[in-house]
């Protein structure tokens, strides 16, 4: 599985198409979906729909990360929807933990997500139920911030968490990445990254996509 999960947010619609085909071509297994509800983030970005779109032209596995209020309403959909795995925000779910097995009971991967300043302790009761933690290394809402440096400790963090538990969780970092923190985020646990503006502006994508999927280890930031 390529650990580059392409965030096609930044997207301007009539590029996609070849978007997704310089990714298809450059060794990409999933796209990372981006789902706003204008309400848990000001933005309104993508539905269910835009989830058959992909997978009906394209080999694609999605990866659809819920930034929306009631993920419980919302998951449903993007269920019967065909999304391959899903994540949704600790901080909106009412029951997270039956959310997560509904996910699973579907065959899907299922997933929690943190924001920056939500303390990894928050993950203790779902243990059992997570297919993969998504850490938010920039606040939800936009494409094209900056990454926020303390992630890394919270990475490594997190990391002998999942060591320390035997956990089969995958870990994986979304927001404001870019080649020279890939190989430090990749050094410090990360399984997955998610990357957006600067693999979607890149001129030589599949280029890029090598870039981040062998990173130089321990490049400054
Ligand atoms: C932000 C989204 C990210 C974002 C990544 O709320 O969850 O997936 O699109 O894009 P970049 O890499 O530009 O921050
Ligand atoms: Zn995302």
């Known amino acids: 599985m390529n650990p580059i999960f392409p965030s096609i947010l930044s997207t301007r619609f009539f590029d996609l198409e070849a978007k997704l085909a ?17 309400h848990f983030v000001d933005q309104i970005s993508f539905g269910p729909s835009l989830v058959r779109a992909v997978k009906e032209r394209f ?18 959909h993007f269920l ?6 899903i994540s949704f925000h600790a901080e909106a779910a009412e029951d997270a933990a039956a959310l997560l097995r509904l996910i699973r009971r579907e065959g899907r991967r299922a997933g929690l997500v943190l924001n920056p300043d939500t303390p990894l302790e928050r993950l203790r009761p779902f243990w059992p139920d997570l297919d993969y933690v998504l850490l938010m290394s ?64 890149a001129g030589d994508i599949a280029g890029r996509i090598r870039e981040f999927a062998n990173p130089p280890h321990g490049s400054p930031s």
């Not at 310089?22 to 990372?32: P, V």
């Not at 080999?59 to 449903?76: G, R, T």
């Open 22 to 38: 310089a990714f298809a071509a450059g060794g990409i297994d999933f796209i990372h979906l981006d789902v706003m509800d204008g």
């Open 59 to 76: 080999p694609f596995a999605i990866d659809a990360h819920l930034m929306v209020s009631n993920p419980e309403k919302a998951v449903p």
């Open 80 to 85: 019967r929807a065909g999304a391959d795995w």
């Open 138 to 201: 920039v606040f939800p809402g936009y494409g094209g911030q900056s990454f926020i440096p303390a992630t890394l400790e919270r990475v490594a963090e997190l990391r002998r968490e999942i060591d320390r538990r035997g956990a089969n969780c995958l870990l994986q970092v979304d927001g404001g990445i870019h080649p020279a923190i890939a190989g430090r985020l990749r050094q410090a646990g990360a399984d997955l990254l998610v990357v957006g503006t600067a693999l979607y502006g």
